[in-house]
């Protein structure tokens, strides 16, 4: 039977994030390609390269390092999920975050490509 990810857990230079269910994203980041078409009917495409982003939901509780968090600079974040893949983004900076709100606040931290652990 064919297991579909579930659950994914996110570190910050090893401290897990505590999240909400579904509150864990990641953008891998790499190669992006764009097509069109030319005057002529002829299909063509670009490449650029794109950063990761990891986005979190974090559930705020006492134990929460908001400027930790918020001041975060060349940081590994760390993404599992509950089938057993990992990616790494090594060198992250913290991006932008919503407003903390009914206890939770959500993140953005984005680097270079995330890259495949396991």
């Known amino acids: 039977m064919a ?10 230079d090893g401290d ?11 953008k891998f980041g790499g ?3 764009e097509g069109g078409m ?3 009917g002829t299909f063509v495409y670009k ?3 794109e950063p990761s982003a990891v986005e979190a939901d974090i559930v705020h509780m006492l134990a929460t390092d908001v400027d930790a968090l918020r001041n975060a600079d060349n940081i590994t974040i760390n993404f599992f999920t509950d089938t057993g893949q990992e990616w790494t983004v090594a ?3 913290y991006e932008d975050s919503d407003a903390l709100a009914d206890g939770m ?6 680097g270079p490509p995330a890259q495949r652990v396991a």
């Open 3 to 12: 297991r579909q990810t579930g659950r994914a857990t996110i570190q910050a």
């Open 16 to 26: 897990t994030l505590a999240t909400k269910s579904g509150g864990a994203r990641i």
């Open 31 to 33: 190669k992006a390609r």
């Open 38 to 40: 030319t005057d002529q």
């Open 47 to 49: 490449e650029r390269d």
């Open 91 to 93: 060198g992250a900076v």
């Open 105 to 110: 606040w959500k993140v953005k931290f984005s």
